[in-house]
């Protein structure tokens, strides 16, 4: 099914009913959900032969799913944190799965044995967690808080190397050998990973709000080169770490809904994350508001943008091979707890993407 | 004298008290300062023009002259140059300029008009301007604000100088403030009439233009801690759908008792499976839970089981309950660790009755995952038929799972969980009922 071009089919678990829009695109719901918004949503590495998504929430627990080629997802197995989930990421050999949790730790869950070890801590929730693996050592950034970023060696209890952050980190992403943090107060820094990791570039943010997400692309020879930076106020930024001409970067607006009533009233969403296409190269947007949308950062053209969820979509990921596009919907807290609404669940949809996030042909 | 009539017909900017040696530039000053539209940039000729423009163009409401003193914002008078400047304020500029050198008091009306309406730290600014005798007294407390003003002048000599403060007497040659001396430099251009210097700016612009001051609240952001800062909308016409506290939605949602709680309790829970597990201790973090191993060892390693998350939940009740009393018996802080114990205690307790009552439903207490037997998870998995199959045969596919003849070989496991009712040994139920709680197996073989 994700393998051919069909777009998404009407497939529904068992649902008869299609009450109100908590599934306006018609994609496939993943069965048995966590119980409170997601917080982190990552597919296996390409190192496995099958797909694996796995979900961290503010349940506190990890879920492991597997997902079929015709969209039917099986449960696999779950693991309950020390508190909310802030972040999930793969080994890059698929065997383990790293958990950064409110609970300032971040714990290892070995899938070969199901058993879950703890190999890091901060001094406050960590927010961010990535594998990097690098040609002469391997090991585990995270980001927290307590404003530092740390490297662990997971066979130690220490870290190989902390580094001071400016503000708390807020996002992060890692594609050897470039690494890059959002923090707060607006701060970006991209880092080196070559040798030993090292501050690479402090960079004035592109954005005049909140970063929140932040996710490296890569160039036509898979070599990454630059970032897509997302903020509240419905930014994205493209920003390459070396631009050929200024005019390389550039922000597009996203995730703002024009409402009709009032001439040109505008309300501006979070963008709560950003994906590449692992083959195409174009990206994907989710956010606040509830909907997704595809770009081609090259053509600079909108590719598509779904229709409007229930709730805002909280993560988004693609699998290795670009198959599928995985999206949860769940609230983000962005009108405060006010409009939590217990009644709404959380769901994971998967996508049949491939044609969808194509370059259109000049 | 005659030299006091020049200055004062001197163009001026009625929008932000500048003066222009020539109506020409003043008016090329207006459209660039205050009638430019900040959209689009385009320059327009008066303060309704730009309304105007702003409104049918850009459907944006202006209420206020970008970059004008705050009594002298009103977009609706049409002012262009010196024309259309309401006769009062004229004559109230008139009588301003001429203040510092006239010797009679009739003039405190008119400045004392003026002055209330501009807040305090502009008043700072407005010092060169107010240098009548007679306005010293209300300027006694800024003493060192004076410090750039440089050489008194004479007519102060009676009534200003016993107002100042001893350690001004020596009038140091250089401010001490920095910052406003730069503002009033002008001042010190022509010192021996400090009431005329004000030939440039006497007040700074005000930024009443919202993406001015928006831009500022962010970069403010990246300087303070971010505790304080808030976020601002930029413009009228749009709203960030955020929080107005500059945190990430993650922090505003961590404080929430709800989840705090969360992360207390299961602490001492999950970092006790870390020492269950049979791998040599990768590492050992400093915890102050090592205390319970033991005890939970058994409970812990079924860890999916729902019977904790209730456990969990009841256990955080007490806790409330227990952290309050504790709270009031106490000394907060010195005692956390004690505090911690207690409660730890007191979560054991209350986890373990739980999963005894839970134990009848819920899956087998013990199970330990048997380390042994590698996951399936890892395996290939044995699905000949399943990944091409037609997408007609899964419609549904969660409830009937129509075994291929291929299935035969599948482990046993892969086939059963997905059937609705169907127990097997060490899993948990997968019935999709409304009011069964969302449950996983521990482990799927």
């Not at chain 2, 002048?153 to 100088?161: C, H, K, R, W």
């Not at chain 2, 046993?412 to 997905?418: S, V």
Request: proline share 10%; aromatic share 6%.
């Amino acid at each position: 099914m994700f393998g051919s071009s069909t777009l998404g089919g009407a497939t529904s678990f068992g649902q008869t009913t299609a009450a109100a829009t908590p599934n306006p695109m018609k994609d496939y719901e993943v069965v048995s959900p966590p119980e409170d918004s997601v917080s982190s949503l990552e597919f296996s590495p390409s190192t496995l032969p099958q797909n694996y998504i796995v979900a961290g929430s503010w349940d506190s627990s990890v879920r492991c799913w597997e997902v079929e080629q015709s969209g039917k997802t099986i449960p696999k197995s779950i693991k309950t944190m020390g508190g909310p989930v802030l972040d999930v990421c793969w080994s890059d050999d698929g065997t383990k799965v790293f958990i950064a949790s409110c609970d300032k730790q971040v714990k290892c869950w070995d899938l070969a044995s199901d058993q879950v070890v703890q190999v890091a801590a901060h001094d406050a929730p960590v927010k961010t967690c990535h594998w990097i693996k690098g040609l002469n050592y391997t090991c585990l950034m995270t980001g927290s808080w307590d404003k530092t970023l740390k490297f662990w060696d997971i066979r130690s209890p220490n870290p190989m190397m902390t580094i001071n952050l400016p503000e708390r980190c807020y996002c992060a992403d890692v594609d050897y050998p470039l690494a890059v943090v959002g923090t707060a107060g607006r701060g970006l820094i991209a880092y080196t990973l070559e040798g030993t990791p090292k501050e690479f570039k402090r960079n004035e943010s592109p954005l005049k709000y909140q970063h929140r997400a932040i996710s490296i692309f890569k160039d036509k020879k898979n070599a990454p080169t630059g970032y897509a930076l997302g903020s509240i106020e419905g930014r994205v930024a493209i920003q390459y770490v070396n631009p050929v001409s200024p005019k390389d970067n550039f922000t597009f607006k996203c995730h703002r809904l024009t409402l009709n009533g009032a001439a040109g009233y505008q309300d501006i969403y979070a963008v709560n994350d950003i994906a590449f296409h692992p083959v195409h190269g174009t990206l994907a947007t989710v956010g606040s508001d509830g909907t997704f949308s595809f770009w081609d950062k090259d053509a600079r053209t909108k590719l598509k943008s779904s229709e409007t969820m229930d709730q805002p979509i909280t993560k988004c990921c693609f699998n290795a091979t670009g198959q599928i596009f995985a999206y949860a919907v769940g609230y983000d807290w962005s009108k405060g707890h006010e409009y939590f609404n217990p009644a709404k669940k959380p769901a994971i949809f998967l996508r049949s993407c491939y044609e969808e996030l194509k370059p259109r042909s000049t | 004298m005659g030299r006091k009539k020049k200055k004062a017909s001197k163009p001026w900017c009625w929008y932000c008290n500048r003066e222009f040696d020539d109506e020409k530039i003043l008016v090329q000053h207006q459209k660039a300062k205050h009638f430019k539209c900040h959209i689009c940039h385009k320059k327009l000729y008066t303060g309704p023009g730009l309304s105007i423009h702003c409104m049918q163009v850009h459907k944006e409401a202006i209420d206020k002259v970008p970059n004008s003193l705050p009594n002298r914002s009103n977009i609706e008078i049409e002012i262009f140059g010196m024309d259309g400047i309401p006769p009062e304020e004229l004559r109230e500029h008139e009588r301003q300029k001429n203040g510092g050198r006239s010797d009679s008091e009739d003039d405190e009306p008119a400045t004392k008009k003026a002055k209330p309406e501009v807040p305090a730290t502009q008043a700072n600014m407005m010092m060169p301007n107010m240098m009548a005798p007679h306005m010293m007294g209300q300027f006694t407390s800024m003493g060192p604000m004076m410090t750039p003003m440089g050489p008194m002048p004479p007519y102060m000599n009676a009534a200003g100088m016993q107002l100042m403060p001893p350690h001004m007497m020596g009038a140091p040659p250089r401010p001490l403030f920095p910052a406003v001396s730069t503002s009033t430099v002008p001042s010190q251009a022509k010192p021996t009439f400090p009431a005329y210097s004000n030939a440039t700016i006497s007040a700074p612009p005000t930024t009443n233009n919202p993406a001015a001051a928006g831009a500022a609240a962010a970069t403010s952001n990246a300087t303070t801690d971010g505790q304080k800062s808030l976020i601002t909308t930029s413009g009228t016409t749009s709203k960030i759908m955020h929080p107005p506290e500059d945190l990430s939605l993650e922090e505003i949602r961590a404080r929430k008792p709800k989840y705090q709680r969360k992360a207390i309790i299961a602490t001492s829970s999950s970092s006790s499976t870390m020492p269950m597990t049979s791998r040599a201790p990768i590492c050992s973090q400093p915890s102050n839970n090592h205390m319970l191993h033991t005890s939970y060892a058994p409970v812990t390693s079924v860890a999916t089981s729902t019977a904790i998350s209730q456990a969990q939940e009841h256990a955080a009740a007490m806790a409330a309950v227990v952290q309050a009393q504790a709270h009031a018996a106490q000394a907060a802080a010195v005692q956390q660790q004690q505090q911690q114990k207690q409660l730890d205690d007191l979560n054991r307790a209350v986890m373990l009755q739980r999963l005894q009552a839970a134990r009848p439903t819920g899956p087998p207490l013990g199970m330990v995952p048997v380390a042994s037997s590698p996951m399936s998870l890892m395996q290939p998995m044995m699905r000949p038929a399943m990944a091409l199959a037609p997408h007609g045969a899964l419609l549904g596919g969660n409830m009937l799972r129509h075994g291929p003849p291929g299935m035969g070989g599948m482990p046993a496991g892969l086939l059963a969980a997905p059937l609705p009712g169907m127990v097997a040994p060490g899993m948990g139920v997968m019935i999709p009922g409304p009011h069964m709680p969302m449950m996983m197996p521990p482990r799927f073989r």
